[in-house]
């Protein structure tokens, strides 16, 4: 037997996060192995949406959704938080609107392995004995060796359930396949068992009560479901045990379900009405919210229990019953159940369908939807299906209100389509079997998982998926027109089945208003106007009819028909379309196939030996035939002028077929067909004739040739025969193969004659010599010869045998040769002389074999006298084997008639036996000697059985067997119907001193009687006793005599019973003189419940019973301080009152109760005197009252009072442990928490006083050991006390305590002053004012409110000096940063010095440290002399704006007045910097002197600058994006338009004034490849930079900035080029001599460039 199933979990792809953010999650709690969960919930989960950029969506590796497969619609694809896979929002259980806040975790992460809960499947199989074994564990663990009530049961499962009862780990075999482990009820295919009856067998197999027959009844709609659905339409059989549990769910589908009890304990249902499911469901959400949150589908897993008494709490009806053995159990649609098992059980249930649950199903399936469930079944094809097939008419209302649903769900869908714009559609492939359901599995929707049956969307994109209706928007990315719909029927032909079910209920339906009275007509946006789903439909049937009118045009049919696709999945307006669509369909294809044709015939006329395959004259005479009259095709004359000529070579054949011709003569028409390019039927068949005819020719010849030359095969003459009858020609051979047929036949005749009748050997001879020699080999022929041989072999067999026969004495060998002999002999078709002869001899052997065995075993007398009769017939009774044998039989009948004599007249046993004995001898069987023994036998058993009785018995270690009087009584008597004489003296003795015992016993139990009737105790309680305890002794004494007899006694067992009895009399009786316990009570009164109830019912157990009730009454009312409960004055007052009313005497608990009403009267005048003089009310007498009262009082107001005011004060004191003693680990009193809070205040408030720097008293601790003094605020500090608090180590020698040093720095607090000053675990100052206030009214004397409310003073004196203290710094806008660092170095001290904590304070230290940070970092750029950036000053800026620092601060100040010189200087530089020289050069150096005295750090634009200053060529420009040329030797460059260089750059190249040409040689240096471009890093003289105002006059030209310069090898003649000009020669020369020069310009340049 195998566990629960557990479902599969299947492999998907990994996608890489995007943006992922780790965070922890609370898991619910585990179940136990019920599993469980009422009310287990989750913590808290946040979820997170997930924000994913462009670039990462365009990856190729997209995240895919986990339920549809698909990377596709990344805009709505949330991932998991923890584990990053993705779901699209509208693929979730339940789909989700919107991206959820916070974090997100999906299902299989909520469930994990340490957080899941459910039932664990067992993957070892288990056998019954096993599963037997370990529910008796369960049992003997929950309940012991005692049986349980079932109400006993009930309360423990669910106390284990909700967790108050520990853990349980149980099996239950849940959901087994009947078709695979079998079934409790008969099958017709099982076997059948040999104990029981067939046709009992039969009618319980078609029994209608059978569960395997439920789903198929009549009325049922599943019948037409073909699929062996396991629980559906096959059975499920459960195993249970002991508290295995099946948890609140609905069946699949809302199925109707039935289950039976085979055998077992009983099994507990609970259910809930299927009209209140939607109540259930709101309750289950609402007690177990996180469980939903975290699985919204939580009760489709069948794993939550919740106990029926919460349901019913909130309103919701649960009902429950007790299912037995042998009853069965239903359960409605939508009726939520569950239960358990009171024990080892089997179970067997399947589920059905009738009519009326055809709505519900609807449900069922809209729930699989909502729920991305997979159904079990289609809904839509059921409804089809049993639409079709038809159903009772007490049915149709139900089905008639499903089928409008569905046609007007699927009209309504597909017109939405079409609006959209999905006008592709196809017709799904056809069932094979439309009328039952699952006979072909349909496409599931990758969103929801429903089964497409009726309709489907599928897009080229993804060819493996589909998509329902609803969720088309889903399926991919591309646009709707290249989706497509999938239909198996037209919303007509579903219309049609509507009215159909609608007719047959009765209603008169001519059209279909009622389906379409709320659908208005679609319509649709086409070229800036509406246009409606007809029109466009009109349109199309306009265009169609012209296109059917016209030549054929193989697009435009194309195109007309891919339009239609869609109209033809619509209504009854669309059938002129589909029947114009089938018109196009059909005359396109009656075209292609015209031409196809002609094709074909063209090519066999042009290649007749290479095609392989010519048209058929069929087809070509269906397509002339069916003449498609819209279209006009040319090729249509030419097909049908071959029509006429293959009809004229038809008739051809068809006559020289039928006049049977020559051979030769269809061989012609052979040739003439196969030459036709028409393949013709008839041609084959002429070509089969001829191969036939010339096959039967050669064979016929070949037989003849056998006559001539030998023997004839008779089959092969036969074979000819028969196939001569179907020759069609004309041939010679044919006369000749008749004739010797007939010859064969009359010889076959005369063969089967002989065959038919047995003839004699000597004559069968004499006709097989008279045909030797024939020619002809026939089967009798053979057959005969075979008969003859054979005989002739058997007689001469038998002829050897007998002549040695009487030499033998082997009979038994003899009589098996012989009857072998007979047998063969009779199988002989031929008769012989000898068999007669060989059956006489084969009986007397057979005799002769049967003395023998006689002689040597035993054998019955009339066996033996049957023998000797056999041997006298046959005339062998002289032969030696029978004459023994003869006197054998006379001993016997001797032996025989003496026993018989002797069991007629008795006689004793050992006479018995000695005749026994005497039958050793005769070897045969006496019938006698049977019935000697079994009265010897019985005997024998007699006397022993009287042992048991006549022996003493001993004590035995094992348990004793008690003997039986009423057996001895029958031991007595049965001597005298018995054939042997026995003796009954010793025996009788025995049964006399039975019956003196039983006689004793009975006067004991009247005189018991006697004094059980009494019916009044007394008023002393020691005579009854004693005459009890007297009776006890002999009752006592009575039973071990009765014992030590072994017999087993009634009168014994009421001994027993009223020893019991007494004695728990004589414990009742003895409460009377003391006062019991309250459990020896109890017990006592259990005790009465075991006692035999007869004796129970007595007046004297009566009167101790009563008398018990009151004793325990008594004993609950004594007030105790243990006692939870008080009990009340008047309870115990009545008590007393009614012991008046009680016979029995209970002296001494009667005193007590009248001293404990006394003891309380006297409490409760204290009380009174305390509450009445509240001057003398202290908080110390409140508590002493309570401390008496608990001792001594009953249930009163007066204890209430006092209870409820200490319980007020208890109170109050817990809120103050709530709120000082927030570390879980103080387990200090309240009072030591106050004085050390206190202790904190007194020592912050040393901080500002003078004689904590005198007295050198530590800042943290106030300690006066000696400490490390800070040079900046002269306080003390122990460096243990410090260590925690400074996270970076001090480099100076000095020391500096850690607040003045982070204070110093400027920088944030260090992480341990950041915990000191924040809350932590110290009390708010405003959480002890307002326990202050609450405890208004309080009793005096508590000491702990009056220090709370000299802290809280303190308190409030300290928050109001440090927040002046801080007010006055940070108001403060000087220049003196000191001014503000004392008064918050004091406030840091004495915040993390005090044991309070108030957030104002706090609040306010952070904004004046805030503050002080800002001015302490622009104060180090003012005096560090170190350069920032002008990133950091703007953010300096933008930082002192947010917190709100006065425009009149001097570092506000400071740093505007930075940021403004700073931005000014830049943008100059800016300009300077990219001006292609148009700026001064002494404008320049006055801009790189002003940034170089900035307070900012502008490197980068001062290095640009630089090297804008640098001056080239003879022009003395700086660089200007102009071509330039570098010399080889002194590294000057010079502008290509300067010195007329025109072309590519030369390879080589010096300037004139390193290296003049007079004559024509041209100038090549070469240049190694390796050396790079060079220029003048030099800048040229100082120069007094230009005014501000003339450097803004300065235009600036836009110019682009080159990187690198290259230069190639050009020959340049240089001598021409200075000749050109002298001037600029001359300029070059005086240049050259002085490299670099000032960066004003000159006007006599400007001509030259």
Same mark, same amino acid.
């Given at each position: 037997?195998?566990?629960?199933?557990?479902?599969?979990?299947?492999?998907?792809?990994?996608?890489?996060?995007?943006?992922?953010?780790?965070?922890?999650?609370?898991?619910?709690?585990?179940?136990?192995?019920?599993?469980?969960?009422?009310?287990?919930?989750?913590?808290?989960?946040?979820?997170?949406?997930?924000?994913?950029?462009?670039?990462?969506?365009?990856?190729?590796?997209?995240?895919?959704?986990?339920?549809?497969?698909?990377?596709?619609?990344?805009?709505?694809?949330?991932?998991?938080?923890?584990?990053?896979?993705?779901?699209?929002?509208?693929?979730?259980?339940?789909?989700?609107?919107?991206?959820?806040?916070?974090?997100?975790?999906?299902?299989?992460?909520?469930?994990?392995?340490?957080?899941?809960?459910?039932?664990?499947?067992?993957?070892?199989?288990?056998?019954?004995?096993?599963?037997?074994?370990?529910?008796?564990?369960?049992?003997?663990?929950?309940?012991?060796?005692?049986?349980?009530?079932?109400?006993?049961?009930?309360?423990?499962?669910?106390?284990?359930?909700?967790?108050?009862?520990?853990?349980?780990?149980?099996?239950?075999?849940?959901?087994?396949?009947?078709?695979?482990?079998?079934?409790?009820?008969?099958?017709?295919?099982?076997?059948?068992?040999?104990?029981?009856?067939?046709?009992?067998?039969?009618?319980?197999?078609?029994?209608?009560?059978?569960?395997?027959?439920?789903?198929?009844?009549?009325?049922?709609?599943?019948?037409?479901?073909?699929?062996?659905?396991?629980?559906?339409?096959?059975?499920?059989?459960?195993?249970?045990?002991?508290?295995?549990?099946?948890?609140?769910?609905?069946?699949?589908?809302?199925?109707?379900?039935?289950?039976?009890?085979?055998?077992?304990?009983?099994?507990?249902?609970?259910?809930?009405?299927?009209?209140?499911?939607?109540?259930?469901?709101?309750?289950?959400?609402?007690?177990?919210?996180?469980?939903?949150?975290?699985?919204?589908?939580?009760?489709?897993?069948?794993?939550?229990?919740?106990?029926?008494?919460?349901?019913?709490?909130?309103?919701?009806?649960?009902?429950?019953?007790?299912?037995?053995?042998?009853?069965?159990?239903?359960?409605?649609?939508?009726?939520?159940?569950?239960?358990?098992?009171?024990?080892?059980?089997?179970?067997?249930?399947?589920?059905?369908?009738?009519?009326?649950?055809?709505?519900?199903?609807?449900?069922?399936?809209?729930?699989?939807?909502?729920?991305?469930?997979?159904?079990?079944?289609?809904?839509?094809? *059921?409804?089809?299906?049993?639409?079709?097939?038809?159903?009772?008419?007490?049915?149709?209302?139900?089905?008639?209100?499903?089928?409008?649903?569905?046609?007007?769900?699927?009209?309504?869908?597909?017109?939405?389509?079409?609006?959209?714009?999905?006008?592709?559609?196809?017709?799904?492939?056809?069932?094979?079997?439309?009328?039952?359901?699952?006979?072909?599995?349909?496409?599931?929707?990758?969103?929801?998982?429903?089964?497409?049956?009726?309709?489907?969307?599928?897009?080229?994109?993804?060819?493996?998926?589909?998509?329902?209706?609803?969720?088309?928007?889903?399926?991919?990315?591309?646009?709707?027109?290249?989706?497509?719909? *999938?239909?198996?029927?037209?919303?007509?032909?579903?219309?049609?089945?509507?009215?159909?079910?609608?007719?047959?209920?009765?209603?008169?339906?001519?059209?279909?208003?009622?389906?379409?009275?709320?659908?208005?007509?679609?319509?649709?946006?086409?070229?800036?106007?509406?246009?409606?789903?007809?029109?466009?439909?009109?349109?199309?049937?306009?265009?169609?009819?012209?296109?059917?009118?016209?030549?054929?045009?193989?697009?435009?049919?194309?195109?007309?028909?891919?339009?239609?696709?869609?109209?033809?999945?619509?209504?009854?307006?669309?059938?002129?379309?589909?029947?114009?669509?089938?018109?196009?369909?059909?005359?396109?294809?009656?075209?292609?196939?015209?031409?196809?044709?002609?094709?074909?015939?063209?090519?066999?006329?042009?290649?007749?030996?290479?095609?392989?395959?010519?048209?058929?004259?069929?087809?070509?005479?269906?397509?002339?035939?069916?003449?498609?009259?819209?279209?006009?095709?040319?090729?249509?004359?030419?097909?049908?002028?071959?029509?006429?000529?293959?009809?004229?070579?038809?008739?051809?054949?068809?006559?020289?077929?039928?006049?049977?011709?020559?051979?030769?003569?269809?061989?012609?028409?052979?040739?003439?067909?196969?030459?036709?390019?028409?393949?013709?039927?008839?041609?084959?068949?002429?070509?089969?004739?001829?191969?036939? $005819?010339?096959?039967?020719?050669?064979?016929?010849?070949?037989?003849?040739?056998?006559?001539?030359?030998?023997?004839?095969?008779?089959?092969?003459?036969?074979?000819?025969?028969?196939?001569?009858?179907?020759?069609?020609?004309?041939?010679?051979?044919?006369?000749?193969?008749?004739?010797?047929?007939?010859? $064969?036949?009359?010889?076959?005749?005369?063969?089967?004659?002989?065959?038919?009748?047995?003839?004699?050997?000597?004559?069968?001879?004499?006709?097989?010599?008279?045909?030797?020699?024939?020619?002809?080999?026939?089967?009798?022929?053979?057959?005969?010869?075979?008969?003859?041989?054979?005989?002739?072999?058997?007689?001469?067999?038998?002829?050897?045998?007998?002549?040695?026969?009487?030499?033998?004495?082997?009979?038994?060998?003899?009589?098996?040769?012989?009857?072998?002999?007979?047998?063969?002999?009779?199988?002989?078709?031929?008769?012989?002389?000898?068999?007669?002869?060989?059956?006489?001899?084969?009986?007397?052997?057979?005799?002769?074999?049967?003395?023998?065995?006689?002689?040597?075993?035993?054998?019955?007398?009339?066996?033996?006298?049957?023998?000797?009769?056999?041997?006298?017939?046959?005339?062998?009774?002289?032969?030696?084997?029978?004459?023994?044998?003869?006197?054998?039989?006379?001993?016997?009948?001797?032996?025989?008639?003496?026993?018989?004599?002797?069991?007629?007249?008795?006689?004793?046993?050992?006479?018995?036996?000695?005749?026994?004995?005497?039958?050793?001898?005769?070897?045969?069987?006496?019938?006698?000697?049977?019935?000697?023994?079994?009265?010897?036998?019985?005997?024998?058993?007699?006397?022993?059985?009287?042992?048991?009785?006549?022996?003493?018995?001993?004590?035995?270690?094992?348990?004793?067997?008690?003997?039986?009087?009423?057996?001895?009584?029958?031991?007595?008597?049965?001597?005298?119907?018995?054939?042997?004489?026995?003796?009954?003296?010793?025996?009788?003795?025995?049964?006399?001193?039975?019956?003196?015992?039983?006689?004793?016993?009975?006067?004991?139990?009247?005189?018991?009687?006697?004094?059980?009737?009494?019916?009044?105790?007394?008023?002393?309680?020691?005579?009854?006793?004693?005459?009890?305890?007297?009776?006890?002794?002999?009752?006592?004494?009575?039973?071990?005599?009765?014992?030590?007899?072994?017999?087993?006694?009634?009168?014994?067992?009421?001994?027993?019973?009223?020893?019991?009895?007494?004695?728990?009399?004589?414990?009742?009786?003895?409460?009377?003189?003391?006062?019991?316990?309250?459990?020896?009570?109890?017990?006592?009164?259990?005790?009465?419940?075991?006692?035999?109830?007869?004796?129970?019912?007595?007046?004297?157990?009566?009167?101790?019973?009563?008398?018990?009730?009151?004793?325990?009454?008594?004993?609950?009312?004594?007030?105790?301080?243990?006692?939870?409960?008080?009990?009340?004055?008047?309870?115990?007052?009545?008590?007393?009152?009614?012991?008046?009313?009680?016979?029995?005497?209970?002296?001494?608990?009667?005193?007590?109760?009248?001293?404990?009403?006394?003891?309380?009267?006297?409490?409760?005048?204290?009380?009174?005197?305390?509450?009445?003089?509240?001057?003398?009310?202290?908080?110390?007498?409140?508590?002493?009252?309570?401390?008496?009262?608990?001792?001594?009082?009953?249930?009163?107001?007066?204890?209430?009072?006092?209870?409820?005011?200490?319980?007020?004060?208890?109170?109050?004191?817990?809120?103050?442990?709530?709120?000082?003693?927030?570390?879980?680990?103080?387990?200090?009193?309240?009072?030591?928490?106050?004085?050390?809070?206190?202790?904190?205040?007194?020592?912050?408030?040393?901080?500002?006083?003078?004689?904590?720097?005198?007295?050198?008293?530590?800042?943290?601790?106030?300690?006066?050991?000696?400490?490390?003094?800070?040079?900046?605020?002269?306080?003390?500090?122990?460096?243990?006390?410090?260590?925690?608090?400074?996270?970076?180590?001090?480099?100076?020698?000095?020391?500096?305590?850690?607040?003045?040093?982070?204070?110093?720095?400027?920088?944030?607090?260090?992480?341990?002053?950041?915990?000191?000053?924040?809350?932590?675990?110290?009390?708010?100052?405003?959480?002890?004012?307002?326990?202050?206030?609450?405890?208004?009214?309080?009793?005096?004397?508590?000491?702990?409110?009056?220090?709370?409310?000299?802290?809280?003073?303190?308190?409030?004196?300290?928050?109001?000096?440090?927040?002046?203290?801080?007010?006055?710094?940070?108001?403060?806008?000087?220049?003196?940063?000191?001014?503000?660092?004392?008064?918050?170095?004091?406030? *840091?001290?004495?915040?993390?010095?005090?044991?309070?904590?108030?957030?104002?304070?706090?609040?306010?230290?952070?904004?004046?440290?805030?503050?002080?940070?800002?001015?302490?970092?622009?104060?180090?750029?003012?005096?560090?002399?170190?350069?920032?950036?002008?990133?950091?000053?703007?953010?300096?800026?933008?930082?002192?704006?947010?917190?709100?620092?006065?425009?009149?601060?001097?570092?506000?100040?400071?740093?505007?007045?930075?940021?403004?010189?700073?931005?000014?200087?830049?943008?100059?530089?800016?300009?300077? $910097?990219?001006?292609?020289?148009?700026?001064?050069?002494?404008?320049?150096?006055?801009?790189?002197?002003?940034?170089?005295?900035?307070?900012?750090?502008?490197?980068?634009?001062?290095?640009?600058?630089?090297?804008?200053?640098?001056?080239?060529?003879?022009?003395?420009?700086?660089?200007?994006?102009?071509?330039?040329?570098?010399?080889?030797?002194?590294?000057?460059?010079?502008?290509?338009?300067?010195?007329?260089?025109?072309?590519?750059?030369?390879?080589?190249?010096?300037?004139?004034?390193?290296?003049?040409?007079?004559?024509?040689?041209?100038?090549?240096?070469?240049?190694?490849?390796?050396?790079?471009?060079?220029?003048?890093?030099?800048?040229?003289?100082?120069?007094?930079?230009?005014?501000?105002?003339?450097?803004?006059?300065?235009?600036?030209?836009?110019?682009?900035?080159?990187?690198?310069?290259?230069?190639?090898?050009?020959?340049?003649?240089?001598?021409?080029?200075?000749?050109?000009?002298?001037?600029?020669?001359?300029?070059?020369?005086?240049?050259?001599?002085?490299?670099?020069?000032?960066?004003?310009?000159?006007?006599?340049?400007?001509?030259?460039?």
């Amino acid at each position: 037997m195998d566990a629960a199933e557990v479902s599969g979990v299947r492999s998907r792809k990994r996608r890489d996060a995007i943006n992922k953010k780790a965070i922890g999650m609370a898991s619910h709690g585990n179940s136990n192995g019920i599993t469980g969960k009422n009310a287990a919930s989750a913590g808290p989960r946040k979820r997170k949406s997930r924000k994913v950029d462009d670039a990462e969506t365009n990856k190729v590796d997209d995240q895919v959704c986990e339920q549809c497969d698909s990377g596709l619609h990344g805009d709505a694809m949330l991932l998991c938080d923890r584990c990053d896979k993705g779901w699209h929002l509208y693929c979730l259980s339940p789909p989700l609107e919107s991206v959820p806040p916070g974090n997100w975790y999906c299902s299989d992460c909520m469930n994990s392995d340490s957080d899941c809960f459910g039932f664990v499947e067992r993957r070892k199989t288990c056998l019954l004995d096993a599963f037997q074994r370990f529910d008796e564990k369960v049992k003997r663990r929950w309940f012991g060796q005692r049986r349980p009530s079932r109400v006993q049961v009930e309360k423990q499962f669910w106390e284990i359930v909700e967790g108050r009862a520990g853990e349980l780990e149980v099996m239950y075999g849940s959901d087994m396949d009947t078709s695979v482990y079998g079934s409790g009820f008969p099958r017709l295919g099982d076997p059948v068992p040999p104990s029981v009856d067939l046709e009992m067998w039969q009618k319980y197999c078609s029994s209608p009560w059978n569960l395997n027959n439920f789903p198929n009844l009549p009325g049922s709609v599943l019948r037409t479901v073909q699929d062996k659905i396991a629980g559906v339409m096959v059975p499920w059989l459960y195993i249970g045990m002991l508290f295995s549990s099946f948890c609140w769910h609905v069946e699949d589908h809302c199925f109707y379900s039935i289950n039976y009890l085979h055998w077992g304990e009983p099994k507990c249902w609970y259910g809930v009405p299927g009209a209140e499911a939607n109540a259930f469901e709101l309750v289950m959400r609402n007690t177990l919210p996180d469980l939903f949150d975290a699985q919204p589908d939580l009760l489709f897993h069948l794993v939550t229990m919740l106990n029926p008494s919460v349901l019913q709490a909130n309103g919701v009806p649960v009902y429950s019953v007790m299912q037995e053995p042998g009853n069965f159990v239903i359960t409605f649609p939508r009726s939520y159940h569950g239960g358990f098992n009171l024990g080892l059980n089997c179970a067997e249930a399947v589920n059905f369908a009738p009519a009326d649950w055809l709505p519900h199903g609807g449900i069922g399936a809209e729930l699989y939807r909502m729920y991305r469930k997979a159904p079990v079944l289609s809904h839509e094809e *059921l409804l089809y299906v049993v639409a079709k097939n038809g159903v009772r008419s007490e049915s149709l209302s139900y089905l008639k209100g499903e089928i409008e649903r569905l046609f007007l769900k699927e009209k309504k869908c597909r017109e939405e389509l079409w609006t959209n714009g999905i006008v592709k559609s196809s017709l799904m492939p056809a069932r094979s079997n439309p009328n039952y359901i699952g006979s072909e599995e349909d496409p599931m929707c990758v969103i929801c998982r429903q089964y497409l049956y009726l309709s489907a969307v599928s897009c080229n994109c993804r060819p493996s998926s589909y998509v329902c209706l609803e969720h088309w928007k889903h399926l991919c990315e591309c646009s709707p027109e290249k989706h497509r719909l *999938l239909y198996r029927h037209t919303l007509a032909e579903l219309g049609d089945l509507a009215c159909e079910v609608k007719a047959l209920s009765g209603e008169n339906v001519k059209q279909r208003p009622f389906l379409l009275n709320d659908i208005p007509a679609p319509s649709k946006k086409v070229k800036d106007r509406y246009i409606s789903y007809a029109q466009l439909a009109e349109d199309w049937l306009s265009e169609s009819d012209r296109i059917l009118h016209m030549p054929f045009l193989d697009t435009a049919y194309s195109t007309a028909l891919e339009a239609s696709g869609q109209f033809l999945w619509g209504d009854h307006d669309m059938d002129s379309v589909r029947n114009m669509a089938l018109k196009l369909t059909e005359a396109k294809k009656w075209v292609l196939s015209v031409r196809n044709c002609i094709s074909r015939i063209d090519e066999f006329l042009l290649c007749k030996h290479k095609c392989s395959e010519k048209v058929k004259y069929v087809e070509i005479e269906k397509l002339v035939a069916i003449r498609c009259k819209s279209s006009c095709e040319p090729g249509l004359p030419q097909l049908q002028a071959y029509v006429e000529k293959g009809k004229m070579m038809i008739s051809e054949i068809n006559i020289a077929l039928s006049s049977r011709s020559t051979v030769e003569h269809l061989e012609t028409l052979y040739s003439r067909a196969s030459e036709f390019p028409i393949e013709l039927t008839e041609t084959s068949t002429l070509c089969c004739e001829i191969s036939f $005819a010339k096959s039967w020719l050669k064979k016929t010849c070949d037989l003849l040739e056998q006559n001539r030359a030998g023997t004839i095969d008779i089959d092969l003459l036969n074979t000819l025969k028969l196939e001569m009858v179907q020759l069609r020609v004309v041939a010679p051979e044919i006369e000749l193969l008749s004739n010797l047929w007939k010859e $064969a036949e009359s010889l076959r005749k005369r063969c089967q004659s002989y065959l038919q009748d047995s003839p004699v050997l000597k004559e069968l001879g004499s006709f097989l010599l008279a045909l030797d020699g024939t020619k002809f080999s026939i089967p009798e022929l053979n057959l005969l010869k075979q008969h003859y041989s054979g005989a002739c072999c058997w007689a001469s067999l038998v002829n050897g045998i007998l002549r040695k026969l009487f030499e033998r004495n082997d009979y038994h060998n003899i009589v098996e040769e012989l009857a072998g002999i007979v047998r063969d002999g009779k199988s002989l078709r031929v008769k012989v002389d000898e068999l007669p002869i060989v059956e006489k001899e084969l009986r007397r052997s057979f005799c002769r074999k049967q003395a023998c065995e006689a002689l040597a075993t035993q054998m019955s007398m009339d066996f033996i006298e049957e023998i000797l009769t056999q041997a006298s017939i046959l005339t062998i009774e002289e032969e030696l084997p029978f004459v023994d044998l003869s006197q054998l039989l006379k001993n016997a009948t001797a032996w025989e008639q003496k026993a018989r004599l002797m069991l007629e007249q008795s006689a004793s046993l050992s006479e018995f036996e000695d005749h026994i004995r005497c039958a050793e001898d005769i070897q045969a069987i006496l019938p006698s000697a049977q019935n000697m023994k079994a009265q010897i036998v019985v005997a024998r058993s007699w006397m022993d059985k009287c042992q048991a009785y006549l022996s003493p018995r001993c004590d035995e270690l094992g348990p004793v067997v008690l003997l039986k009087v009423d057996d001895l009584k029958d031991l007595i008597c049965r001597p005298a119907s018995m054939e042997v004489i026995l003796d009954t003296s010793a025996l009788n003795s025995v049964l006399s001193k039975v019956e003196k015992w039983e006689h004793n016993s009975l006067s004991l139990l009247i005189n018991l009687r006697t004094l059980l009737h009494l019916n009044v105790v007394g008023s002393t309680v020691d005579p009854l006793e004693r005459n009890l305890e007297e009776l006890q002794n002999k009752i006592s004494a009575a039973i071990e005599s009765g014992l030590s007899l072994g017999f087993e006694l009634k009168v014994l067992n009421e001994l027993k019973d009223c020893l019991l009895t007494v004695g728990w009399m004589l414990r009742a009786l003895s409460f009377c003189s003391r006062i019991p316990l309250l459990e020896d009570v109890d017990r006592a009164i259990e005790e009465a419940v075991n006692l035999p109830a007869s004796l129970l019912n007595c007046p004297l157990a009566t009167l101790l019973m009563s008398g018990l009730s009151w004793l325990r009454k008594a004993l609950v009312l004594l007030p105790e301080s243990e006692k939870s409960v008080k009990p009340k004055l008047e309870n115990a007052e009545n008590i007393l009152a009614e012991h008046q009313k009680i016979a029995v005497p209970y002296s001494i608990m009667t005193a007590e109760l009248e001293d404990a009403i006394s003891k309380h009267k006297s409490w409760t005048e204290q009380c009174h005197a305390f509450f009445m003089l509240p001057d003398y009310q202290s908080w110390a007498g409140l508590l002493r009252l309570r401390d008496r009262g608990q001792s001594v009082a009953f249930d009163c107001c007066e204890m209430d009072r006092v209870v409820l005011d200490i319980k007020k004060i208890d109170g109050w004191f817990n809120q103050c442990r709530c709120t000082l003693s927030a570390d879980v680990n103080d387990n200090g009193s309240l009072l030591s928490i106050l004085q050390k809070i206190s202790r904190s205040l007194d020592n912050a408030s040393m901080l500002y006083a003078e004689d904590c720097k005198k007295k050198e008293f530590c800042v943290i601790c106030s300690c006066d050991v000696v400490a490390s003094r800070c040079v900046i605020c002269q306080d003390w500090y122990h460096s243990s006390c410090v260590e925690s608090l400074l996270a970076s180590k001090q480099t100076t020698s000095e020391y500096i305590c850690p607040f003045c040093f982070s204070l110093e720095g400027g920088d944030p607090l260090e992480k341990g002053i950041q915990e000191r000053i924040s809350k932590g675990n110290r009390p708010a100052l405003s959480a002890l004012t307002e326990l202050v206030s609450s405890a208004k009214g309080f009793y005096k004397g508590i000491e702990e409110l009056d220090l709370l409310e000299e802290i809280t003073k303190k308190g409030c004196d300290l928050k109001s000096y440090l927040m002046q203290i801080l007010h006055d710094a940070d108001s403060y806008d000087g220049e003196d940063l000191s001014v503000m660092c004392k008064p918050l170095v004091v406030a *840091l001290k004495a915040t993390s010095a005090a044991g309070l904590y108030d957030q104002q304070i706090n609040n306010t230290i952070e904004v004046v440290l805030s503050r002080y940070s800002w001015k302490k970092h622009i104060h180090n750029i003012l005096c560090g002399g170190r350069q920032t950036s002008i990133q950091h000053v703007m953010r300096l800026d933008k930082e002192g704006s947010n917190l709100e620092i006065s425009g009149e601060d001097f570092f506000k100040l400071e740093i505007c007045k930075i940021k403004e010189t700073s931005q000014q200087w830049l943008a100059k530089a800016e300009k300077a $910097a990219f001006d292609c020289g148009e700026l001064p050069l002494d404008l320049v150096y006055g801009l790189i002197t002003e940034g170089e005295n900035l307070s900012v750090d502008v490197e980068k634009e001062l290095k640009l600058l630089r090297d804008r200053s640098i001056l080239y060529c003879i022009c003395r420009k700086p660089y200007d994006n102009r071509a330039m040329i570098a010399c080889d030797q002194c590294d000057e460059w010079y502008h290509f338009d300067c010195i007329n260089v025109c072309g590519p750059p030369p390879e080589t190249f010096h300037c004139p004034a390193c290296r003049p040409n007079n004559g024509e040689v041209f100038i090549l240096l070469p240049r190694p490849a390796s050396e790079e471009d060079r220029a003048s890093i030099e800048a040229g003289p100082h120069t007094p930079p230009a005014s501000c105002d003339e450097l803004e006059t300065v235009e600036a030209n836009k110019c682009s900035n080159s990187n690198s310069r290259e230069k190639s090898q050009v020959r340049v003649d240089l001598v021409k080029l200075l000749r050109q000009d002298s001037e600029l020669d001359n300029m070059w020369r005086e240049n050259k001599k002085v490299l670099h020069r000032t960066a004003r310009r000159r006007s006599n340049f400007v001509g030259l460039l």
